[in-house]
C-alpha cells in the first residue's frame, strides 16, 4: 500500500503532521510581522530579502520537525543535550583563550551560537528526564531537574547573555512547572528568587547589567547612554496613540530616532505606526497562538510530548512577553527578540522548530502517523 | 496490577497537566492585559506628552536672521550698510586631523601663522560643535578654490555672513555709533527669541537707540530632522522682516565741515547744529573721532586700550556727553530772564568799574575789560559780554529766580534727544547745592552763575537748543537725529513727527526782539565781540561769544596761557543762529582749551554757515548730492588707500626683515 503513494501523496502526508488552526495564526503573525519590518528596516529589499530566505529555512524545517515522533525526540534528547553542553563549554573556553566575551563558535565560515541549542535542548532534557518518573515528581527528581537547567543556564550567563540564559532557564522552569512541582515549592522558590535578586544585583552582575536595571527605574538618568532606548520607544509607543501614524509613517522610526528598531525594538515600531488597537490586536494574535499551543500539548502523544510542548509553548510567552514589557519599558533592556516579528535568522529558526515539534508530538485520532519515529 | 497503576497515573498525570496548562494559560492572558494596561497608558493617557517629546525630536527651528537696516543722512548719502563678507569657518568635531588639514589648507589659502594661532586660541574657548572663522575675507578666487577641494576637507565650510560697515569710517562716529557682538549684559534687555539668528547688535549712538527699528523682526524655518540631525525637509517657513532704512536729519556735507574744521585746529571740542524750526539736527561733531568699524568684530584689547587710555578719551561723545561751563554764550538768555523777571530793562544801564563787589564784602568779581565798559545797557551788555552788568543782573534777581528762569530753556535736564548716553549738565540752584554738597548757597555763587561760571554746566546739544529757542522765540523743538523711516526699499520714506516742547512764555514777546537785536549786534554791529567774524558775510546772523575758564584764577592775578598748562586753558565757545528774521540754523560751538570764544569759537562758526548757506543755486540740489556723494566716496576711497598703503607697508617690512635675516645667515654661513 505504501509504495503506491506518489508524490502528492507524501507532500500531503507530511503536511498533514501540520497543525491548521496554529498555522493559519502563526501565517498571519508573520505577515503582519513582515511588513512591519519593512517599515521598521526603511523599506530596505534587501533586508526584506534575507527576511523571507531565513522564513523559509524555518519553514522547512518546521515541516521536518513536525515529523519526528515523541517517542524519537525522547531517545534523543540527552545526546542533543551533552552535545549542547560541550559545545557551551567550548564557547567558554574560547572566551577564556583571549578571544573576550563571545556567544557562537565558527566552523570554517559558518557562525553558530550553541546556546540557542540549548533553548531546545533543555526543556527536551528535562522533559525526558520526568518522562519515566512517577508524577507529580518527587524532591529528589526536582533537584537532579534544576541541575539540568542550571549547568547550561550558568554556563550561557557566563558568556554573557542574560536574555537567552533568561529563556533557557523558563523553558527548563516551565518542565518541571508542568510535571506538577507542588505550589509550596513554587512559592519557596519564588521568595528566595525575591532574596536573591538584591544580591544577584550587587555581586553577580556585569556592569552593563547592573546599568540596564538602573536606568529601568529612571531612564532620565542616562538619556544618551542606556536610557536612551527606553525613552526613544516609550516615546515612539506614546505618540502613536489609539490609531497609529500609519503603516511606514512612524517618526521616531523613520528618523532613525529608534534603535534597533528592525529587531529587539520593533514592537515600538508597530506601536508607533499602529496604534493601540493594532497592539492589541498583535497581542490577540500572540495569545492565541500560546492558547493553541497548551491546547496541542494537551494532546501530546506521551507524558514527554506534553511537558515539552508546554514548555515551548511558554517560553513562546516569555519571549514576548520579556520583549514587550521592555520596549514598553516595564521590564529592564535585556536582548530578546519579538518572536517571529523581529528580524534575526536564528530565534526565527528556532521557533519555528519548536512549534514544528510541538505540532508532531501530538496524537492524531485518524490520519498518518509520524515520518520519523 | 501494575497496568492500571499506570493507567491510573497516566489518567492523573493528564489532568494535572490540564489544570497546570489552564492555570499557565490564565496567567498568560492576566500577563499580556499588563502589557495592554501598560500601552493603554503610554498611547492613550501620556499621549500628548508623547507626541510633542516626539515633535521635539524631529523638528527643528532654524532662525533666519533679519537683514539690518541701513543708516543714510538726510540726502540719502550711506553712512551705515551692511557687507557681505565670505569666511571659511572649521567645526572641529568634524575634523579628522587638524593639523594636516590646516597645512593643506594653508597652501590653497594663505594664512599668516599669527591667525592661525589666535584661530587655535579661539578654538579652545569654543564648543567643539560651533563653527570657528579661521580666515574672514575670502576672495572670489580662493572661493572657487576652495570650493574644488572642498570634499577634502570636512569640517571646513565656506559661509557668508553679513557685516556692519561704516563706509565713511569716523565721520559721524559718535552719532552713528556701532554694532558689537550680543554680549551677556544685552541678553539681559533683549527678547532672546528675536535675537536667536543674530550675532550683532546696536551698542552706541543710533545703532543702539533705534536697535528695534533696525534689527528687524526674526525669521525662522521648522524643518525635519533625523537622529544625527541631518535635515530632511523644511515642514514651515517664516521669512524674516527686514530692519527699517533710517534717514538721518544730519547734512553730510556740513557735518564733514564741522569735524574738518574741529580737526584743523588740532583741539579737541564739538559743534552741534539744530534746523530751530523743527529740532533736526543738522551736524553734530566731536573731536577727537574714532572707526566704529573697529568695533564690530570684536575691538582688539591693543585698540581699545588704545582708545581707552587716550587723554582725549576719543570714545566719549563730546556734544552730549561734554558737560562745560557756559561762559558768556548764556548772557541773551540770562538777559531775558533779566527782562522778563523785570530785574532789568531795556533802558536801564550799569555802570561797569571793570569788577563788581556785593556790598560789604571786599572780593572783586572782575570783567573780562580790565578797565571796564562804563555805561552798560542791555544791549551793550550783551555785543560787549559786559560781566559786571551780568553780575549785576544776577545778584539782584536771586538765585531762585535765575535757575528757574534758566531752567525753561531746558538747561539742567535732558533735551531727550534719540540718542543714548546723553547728560543733563547742571543748573545750579540752592537746593542742588543742599544736595550734592551740602552747603548753603551764598550769594557769590549767584554772581558766578551770571556769567555761566562757577556750578553751571551745560552740554553742547543743550546750548544750541537754547540758541534755537532764543532764535525762535521761545518755541522749544525737541532735537531730533531721525528725519524718515523706510521700511523696504521699494516704499518712500516717512517722515517722523517732530515734538514741541513747553513754550517759554515771555510778559512780552518784544523782549525776544531785543536780545536777538543784541545777538545781531555782536557780529554785524560796531563794538560787537564777534564782528571780525561777521565782516563781510553774505548773510546775516545773529551770535554770541563765549570764554568758559576751566581755572580759577587769584584775585591778585591776571590769567596768562602761556603759563598755565594746556590743559587749563580756556574753553572757547561760540553760538549762532541765521538768518536772524527767519532762522533755520542754530548751532553751539565748544573748543576745548582754545582760549576766548571771539578769536577760535567765532570764526569757526563763521566758516560752518558759509558752508551751510553758500549754496551754489538752490534749483541744482541734485548736482550738490551728487557733489556730496563723489566726496563721500572721495574720503572712503582714501581710507581705502590709507589702508592699502598700511598693507604694503607692513609687507615690505616683513619682506626687509626677511632680507636681513638671509643676510644674517649668509653672514654667518661665510664667517
Given at each position: 500500500?505504501?509504495?503506491?503513494?506518489?508524490?502528492?501523496?507524501?507532500?500531503?502526508?507530511?503536511?498533514?503532521?501540520?497543525?491548521?488552526?496554529?498555522?493559519?495564526?502563526?501565517?498571519?503573525?508573520?505577515?503582519?510581522?513582515?511588513?512591519?519590518?519593512?517599515?521598521?528596516?526603511?523599506?530596505?529589499?534587501?533586508?526584506?530579502?534575507?527576511?523571507l530566505?531565513?522564513?523559509?529555512i524555518?519553514?522547512?524545517?518546521?515541516?521536518?520537525?513536525?515529523?519526528?515522533?515523541?517517542?524519537?525526540?525522547?531517545?534523543?534528547?540527552?545526546?542533543?543535550?551533552l552535545?549542547?553542553?560541550?559545545?557551551?563549554?567550548?564557547?567558554?573556553?574560547?572566551?577564556?583563550?583571549?578571544?573576550?566575551?563571545?556567544?557562537w563558535?565558527?566552523?570554517?565560515?559558518?557562525?553558530?551560537?550553541?546556546?540557542?541549542?540549548?533553548?531546545?535542548?533543555?526543556?527536551?532534557?528535562v522533559?525526558?528526564?520526568?518522562?519515566?518518573?512517577?508524577?507529580p515528581?518527587?524532591?529528589?527528581?526536582?533537584?537532579?531537574?534544576?541541575?539540568?537547567?542550571?549547568?547550561?543556564?550558568?554556563?550561557?550567563?557566563?558568556?554573557?547573555?542574560?536574555?537567552?540564559?533568561?529563556?533557557?532557564?523558563?523553558?527548563?522552569?516551565?518542565?518541571?512547572?508542568?510535571?506538577?512541582?507542588?505550589?509550596?515549592?513554587?512559592?519557596?522558590?519564588?521568595?528566595?528568587a525575591?532574596?536573591?535578586?538584591?544580591?544577584?544585583?550587587?555581586?553577580?552582575?556585569?556592569?552593563?547589567?547592573?546599568?540596564?536595571?538602573?536606568?529601568?527605574?529612571?531612564?532620565?538618568?542616562?538619556?544618551?547612554?542606556?536610557?536612551?532606548?527606553?525613552?526613544?520607544?516609550?516615546?515612539?509607543?506614546?505618540?502613536?496613540?489609539?490609531?497609529?501614524?500609519?503603516?511606514?509613517?512612524?517618526?521616531?522610526?523613520?528618523?532613525?530616532?529608534l534603535?534597533?528598531?528592525?529587531?529587539?525594538f520593533?514592537?515600538?515600531?508597530?506601536?508607533?505606526?499602529?496604534?493601540l488597537?493594532?497592539?492589541?490586536?498583535?497581542?490577540?494574535?500572540?495569545?492565541?497562538?500560546?492558547?493553541?499551543?497548551?491546547?496541542?500539548?494537551?494532546?501530546?502523544?506521551?507524558?514527554?510530548?506534553?511537558?515539552?510542548?508546554?514548555?515551548?509553548?511558554?517560553?513562546?510567552?516569555?519571549?514576548?512577553?520579556?520583549?514587550?514589557?521592555?520596549?514598553?519599558?516595564?521590564?529592564?533592556v535585556?536582548?530578546?527578540?519579538?518572536?517571529?516579528?523581529?528580524?534575526?535568522?536564528?530565534?526565527?529558526?528556532?521557533?519555528?522548530?519548536?512549534?514544528?515539534?510541538?505540532?508532531?508530538?501530538?496524537?492524531?485520532?485518524?490520519?498518518?502517523?509520524?515520518?520519523?519515529? | 496490577?501494575?497496568?492500571?497503576?499506570?493507567?491510573?497515573?497516566?489518567?492523573?498525570?493528564?489532568?494535572?497537566?490540564?489544570?497546570?496548562?489552564?492555570?499557565?494559560?490564565?496567567?498568560?492572558?492576566?500577563a499580556?492585559?499588563?502589557?495592554?494596561?501598560?500601552?493603554?497608558i503610554?498611547?492613550?493617557?501620556?499621549?500628548?506628552?508623547?507626541?510633542?517629546?516626539?515633535?521635539?525630536?524631529?523638528?527643528?527651528?532654524?532662525?533666519?536672521?533679519?537683514?539690518r537696516?541701513?543708516?543714510?543722512?538726510?540726502?540719502?548719502?550711506?553712512?551705515?550698510?551692511?557687507?557681505?563678507?565670505?569666511?571659511?569657518?572649521?567645526?572641529?568635531?568634524k575634523?579628522?586631523?587638524?593639523?594636516?588639514?590646516?597645512?593643506?589648507?594653508?597652501?590653497?589659502?594663505?594664512?599668516?601663522?599669527?591667525s592661525?594661532?589666535?584661530?587655535r586660541?579661539?578654538?579652545?574657548?569654543?564648543?567643539?560643535?560651533?563653527?570657528?572663522?579661521?580666515?574672514?575675507?575670502?576672495?572670489?578666487?580662493?572661493?572657487?578654490?576652495?570650493?574644488?577641494?572642498?570634499?577634502?576637507?570636512?569640517?571646513f565650510?565656506?559661509?557668508?555672513?553679513?557685516?556692519?560697515?561704516?563706509?565713511?569710517?569716523?565721520?559721524?562716529?559718535h552719532?552713528?555709533?556701532?554694532?558689537?557682538r550680543?554680549?551677556?549684559?544685552?541678553?539681559?534687555?533683549?527678547?532672546?527669541?528675536?535675537?536667536?539668528?543674530?550675532t550683532?547688535?546696536?551698542?552706541?549712538?543710533?545703532?543702539?537707540?533705534?536697535?528695534?527699528?533696525?534689527?528687524?523682526?526674526s525669521?525662522?524655518?521648522?524643518?525635519?530632522?533625523?537622529?544625527?540631525?541631518?535635515?530632511?525637509?523644511?515642514?514651515?517657513?517664516?521669512?524674516?522682516?527686514?530692519?527699517?532704512?533710517?534717514?538721518?536729519?544730519?547734512?553730510?556735507?556740513?557735518?564733514?565741515?564741522?569735524?574738518?574744521?574741529?580737526?584743523?585746529?588740532?583741539?579737541?571740542?564739538?559743534?552741534?547744529?539744530?534746523?530751530?524750526?523743527?529740532?533736526?539736527?543738522?551736524a553734530?561733531?566731536?573731536v577727537?573721532?574714532?572707526?566704529?568699524?573697529?568695533?564690530?568684530?570684536?575691538?582688539?584689547?591693543?585698540?581699545?586700550?588704545?582708545?581707552?587710555?587716550?587723554?582725549?578719551?576719543?570714545?566719549?561723545?563730546?556734544?552730549?556727553?561734554?558737560?562745560?561751563?557756559?561762559?558768556?554764550?548764556?548772557?541773551?538768555?540770562?538777559?531775558?530772564?533779566?527782562?522778563?523777571?523785570?530785574?532789568?530793562?531795556?533802558?536801564?544801564?550799569?555802570?561797569g568799574?571793570?569788577?563788581?563787589?556785593?556790598p560789604?564784602?571786599?572780593?572783586?568779581?572782575?570783567?573780562?575789560?580790565?578797565?571796564?565798559?562804563?555805561?552798560?545797557?542791555?544791549?551793550?551788555?550783551?555785543?560787549?559780554?559786559?560781566?559786571?552788568?551780568?553780575?549785576?543782573?544776577?545778584?539782584?534777581?536771586?538765585?531762585?529766580?535765575?535757575?528757574?528762569?534758566?531752567?525753561?530753556?531746558?538747561?539742567g535736564?535732558?533735551?531727550?534727544?534719540?540718542?543714548?548716553?546723553?547728560?543733563?549738565?547742571?543748573?545750579?540752584?540752592?537746593?542742588?547745592?543742599?544736595?550734592?554738597?551740602?552747603?548753603?548757597?551764598?550769594?557769590?555763587?549767584?554772581v558766578?552763575?551770571?556769567?555761566?561760571?562757577?556750578y553751571?554746566?551745560?552740554?553742547?546739544l543743550?546750548?544750541?537748543?537754547?540758541?534755537?529757542t532764543?532764535?525762535?522765540?521761545?518755541?522749544?523743538?525737541?532735537?531730533r537725529?531721525?528725519?524718515?523711516?523706510?521700511?523696504?526699499?521699494?516704499?518712500?520714506?516717512?517722515?517722523?513727527?517732530?515734538?514741541?516742547?513747553?513754550?517759554?512764555?515771555?510778559?512780552?514777546?518784544?523782549?525776544?526782539?531785543?536780545?536777538?537785536?543784541?545777538?545781531?549786534?555782536?557780529?554785524?554791529?560796531?563794538?560787537?565781540?564777534?564782528?571780525?567774524?561777521?565782516?563781510?558775510?553774505?548773510?546775516?546772523?545773529g551770535?554770541?561769544?563765549?570764554?568758559?575758564?576751566?581755572?580759577?584764577?587769584?584775585?591778585?592775578?591776571?590769567?596768562?596761557?602761556?603759563?598755565?598748562?594746556?590743559k587749563?586753558?580756556?574753553?572757547?565757545?561760540?553760538?549762532?543762529?541765521?538768518?536772524?528774521?527767519?532762522?533755520?540754523?542754530?548751532?553751539?560751538?565748544?573748543?576745548?582749551n582754545?582760549?576766548?570764544?571771539?578769536?577760535?569759537?567765532?570764526?569757526?562758526?563763521?566758516?560752518?554757515?558759509?558752508?551751510?548757506?553758500?549754496?551754489?543755486?538752490?534749483?541744482?540740489e541734485?548736482?550738490?548730492?551728487?557733489?556730496?556723494?563723489?566726496?563721500?566716496?572721495?574720503?572712503?576711497?582714501a581710507?581705502?588707500?590709507?589702508a592699502?598703503?598700511?598693507?604694503?607697508?607692513?609687507?615690505?617690512?616683513?619682506?626687509?626683515?626677511k632680507?636681513?635675516r638671509k643676510?644674517?645667515?649668509?653672514?654667518?654661513?661665510?664667517?
Open positions: 500500500m505504501d509504495r503506491s503513494v506518489g508524490f502528492f501523496s507524501t507532500v500531503f502526508r507530511l503536511l498533514s503532521r501540520l497543525d491548521l488552526v496554529l498555522l493559519t495564526a502563526l501565517l498571519i503573525l508573520l505577515s503582519l510581522g513582515a511588513l512591519t519590518l519593512y517599515s521598521a528596516s526603511g523599506q530596505n529589499i534587501v533586508m526584506m530579502n534575507r527576511h530566505v531565513h522564513l523559509a524555518a519553514a522547512v524545517l518546521m515541516l521536518l520537525t513536525s515529523q519526528i515522533s515523541s517517542t524519537l525526540l525522547n531517545r534523543i534528547s540527552i545526546w542533543v543535550y552535545v549542547g553542553v560541550i559545545l557551551l563549554v567550548l564557547v567558554i573556553l574560547q572566551g577564556t583563550m583571549g578571544k573576550g566575551a563571545q556567544r563558535l565558527e566552523f570554517g565560515s559558518l557562525r553558530f551560537q550553541p546556546s540557542e541549542i540549548m533553548k531546545l535542548a533543555v526543556p527536551m532534557m522533559a525526558s528526564y520526568f518522562s519515566n518518573k512517577i508524577l515528581p518527587s524532591f529528589k527528581d526536582i533537584i537532579v531537574a534544576t541541575a539540568l537547567v542550571a549547568i547550561p543556564m550558568l554556563l550561557i550567563v557566563k558568556q554573557p547573555d542574560l536574555g537567552t540564559a533568561l529563556l533557557v532557564g523558563s523553558a527548563g522552569f516551565f518542565v518541571i512547572y508542568f510535571a506538577g512541582i507542588a505550589w509550596k515549592w513554587l512559592f519557596a522558590v519564588f521568595i528566595s525575591l532574596i536573591a535578586a538584591p544580591l544577584l544585583f550587587f555581586y553577580g552582575m556585569h556592569d552593563y547589567q547592573r546599568q540596564r536595571v538602573l536606568t529601568l527605574l529612571d531612564p532620565t538618568l542616562d538619556p544618551l547612554g542606556a536610557g536612551y532606548h527606553i525613552i526613544q520607544s516609550t516615546i515612539a509607543i506614546g505618540s502613536g496613540g489609539v490609531y497609529g501614524k500609519g503603516w511606514a509613517n512612524g517618526d521616531q522610526s523613520r528618523l532613525d530616532f534603535p534597533e528598531r528592525h529587531t529587539d520593533i514592537f515600538a515600531v508597530f506601536g508607533e505606526e499602529f496604534g488597537l493594532g497592539n492589541i490586536l498583535l497581542l490577540t494574535i500572540y495569545l492565541f497562538i500560546i492558547w493553541r499551543g497548551l491546547q496541542l500539548s494537551i494532546k501530546g502523544q506521551d507524558t514527554f510530548a506534553r511537558l515539552l510542548g508546554g514548555s515551548l509553548s511558554m517560553t513562546f510567552f516569555v519571549y514576548l512577553f520579556v520583549n514587550t514589557g521592555m520596549v514598553s519599558g516595564i521590564l529592564p535585556v536582548g530578546v527578540p519579538l518572536p517571529l516579528v523581529s528580524y534575526g535568522g536564528t530565534s526565527m529558526i528556532t521557533l519555528m522548530t519548536a512549534f514544528g515539534l510541538l505540532m508532531g508530538m501530538r496524537k492524531r485520532k485518524n490520519g498518518y502517523g509520524s515520518m520519523l519515529r | 496490577m501494575p497496568y492500571k497503576e499506570t493507567f491510573d497515573n497516566q489518567r492523573d498525570e493528564l489532568s494535572l497537566f490540564r489544570s497546570r496548562a489552564f492555570i499557565a494559560g490564565l496567567f498568560v492572558f492576566l499580556l492585559l499588563g502589557i495592554i494596561i501598560r500601552l493603554t503610554l498611547q492613550i493617557n501620556h499621549y500628548d506628552h508623547y507626541t510633542a517629546l516626539s515633535k521635539e525630536n524631529y523638528q527643528k527651528h532654524i532662525p533666519i536672521p533679519p537683514v537696516g541701513q543708516i543714510y543722512d538726510r540726502n540719502g548719502i550711506l553712512l551705515a550698510d551692511n557687507h557681505i563678507e565670505y569666511v571659511l569657518e572649521v567645526t572641529k568635531d575634523v579628522l586631523d587638524l593639523d594636516d588639514e590646516l597645512i593643506r589648507v594653508n597652501k590653497l589659502i594663505p594664512m599668516s601663522p599669527q592661525i594661532k589666535k584661530f586660541q579661539k578654538l579652545r574657548v569654543n564648543s567643539r560643535f560651533l563653527p570657528v572663522v579661521l580666515r574672514p575675507g575670502l576672495t572670489d578666487k580662493e572661493i572657487a578654490t576652495f570650493a574644488v577641494h572642498q570634499s577634502r576637507f570636512p569640517g565650510k565656506i559661509n557668508v555672513r553679513m557685516e556692519r560697515r561704516y563706509p565713511l569710517a569716523e565721520v559721524a562716529g552719532l552713528i555709533g556701532y554694532v558689537g550680543i554680549d551677556k549684559r544685552d541678553l539681559k534687555n533683549i527678547d532672546k527669541k528675536e535675537y536667536n539668528g543674530s550683532h547688535i546696536g551698542k552706541s549712538g543710533i545703532e543702539k537707540f533705534y536697535e528695534t527699528r533696525l534689527h528687524g523682526k525669521g525662522f524655518k521648522t524643518v525635519e530632522v533625523d537622529a544625527h540631525g541631518k535635515p530632511q525637509v523644511v515642514l514651515k517657513q517664516k521669512s524674516p522682516i527686514a530692519g527699517e532704512d533710517l534717514f538721518l536729519s544730519i547734512d553730510l556735507k556740513l557735518q564733514l565741515k564741522a569735524e574738518e574744521l574741529l580737526q584743523a585746529r588740532d583741539s579737541n571740542g564739538a559743534v552741534v547744529a539744530i534746523d530751530p524750526r523743527n529740532g533736526e539736527v543738522l553734530m561733531a566731536s577727537p573721532m574714532y572707526d566704529p568699524n573697529l568695533f564690530v568684530n570684536g575691538i582688539s584689547y591693543k585698540n581699545y586700550n588704545r582708545l581707552r587710555n587716550n587723554p582725549s578719551r576719543p570714545l566719549y561723545n563730546r556734544a552730549l556727553q561734554g558737560t562745560y561751563p557756559p561762559g558768556s554764550t548764556i548772557k541773551p538768555m540770562a538777559a531775558l530772564a533779566g527782562l522778563d523777571e523785570r530785574t532789568v530793562t531795556t533802558g536801564r544801564s550799569v555802570f568799574r571793570g569788577f563788581f563787589q556785593i560789604g564784602v571786599r572780593h572783586r568779581y572782575r570783567c573780562w575789560k580790565k578797565r571796564g565798559h562804563g555805561h552798560v545797557s542791555l544791549q551793550r551788555g550783551i555785543f560787549q559780554s559786559c560781566d559786571v552788568y551780568f553780575y549785576d543782573l544776577a545778584y539782584r534777581m536771586g538765585i531762585k529766580k535765575f535757575s528757574k528762569s534758566l531752567a525753561r530753556f531746558g538747561f535736564s535732558k533735551t531727550g534727544i534719540d540718542l543714548p548716553h546723553e547728560r543733563s549738565g547742571i543748573m545750579p540752584s540752592s537746593e542742588w547745592k543742599k544736595k550734592r554738597f551740602n552747603q548753603n548757597w551764598y550769594p557769590g555763587d549767584t558766578n552763575i551770571g556769567i555761566g561760571q562757577g553751571w554746566t551745560v552740554t553742547p543743550q546750548l544750541a537748543h537754547a540758541v534755537g532764543v532764535a525762535m522765540k521761545g518755541m522749544r523743538m525737541r532735537p537725529v531721525l528725519r524718515a523711516v523706510r521700511s523696504s526699499r521699494n516704499l518712500p520714506a516717512e517722515l517722523i513727527p517732530h515734538e514741541q516742547l513747553p513754550t517759554i512764555a515771555v510778559r512780552n514777546t518784544r523782549y525776544w526782539d531785543e536780545v536777538i537785536r543784541a545777538m545781531v549786534h555782536v557780529v554785524h554791529g560796531p563794538g560787537g565781540t564777534a564782528r571780525r567774524s561777521g565782516a563781510g558775510a553774505k548773510y546775516r546772523f551770535g554770541k561769544t563765549g570764554t568758559a575758564q576751566v581755572f580759577s584764577v587769584a584775585q591778585n592775578k591776571s590769567y596768562n596761557a602761556s603759563r598755565l598748562a594746556k587749563l586753558h580756556d574753553h572757547s565757545l561760540f553760538v549762532a543762529f541765521a538768518p536772524p528774521e527767519n532762522p533755520i540754523i542754530a548751532l553751539a560751538i565748544i573748543v576745548e582754545a582760549g576766548g570764544g571771539s578769536k577760535v569759537a567765532a570764526p569757526l562758526a563763521r566758516k560752518l554757515l558759509d558752508a551751510f548757506f553758500l549754496k551754489p543755486d538752490p534749483k541744482k541734485a548736482e550738490e548730492k551728487a557733489a556730496a556723494e563723489a566726496e563721500a566716496l572721495k574720503i572712503k576711497q581710507l581705502d588707500k590709507k592699502a598703503r598700511k598693507l604694503k607697508k607692513s609687507r615690505k617690512s616683513k619682506k626687509r626683515r632680507k636681513r643676510k644674517k645667515r649668509k653672514v654667518k654661513r661665510n664667517g
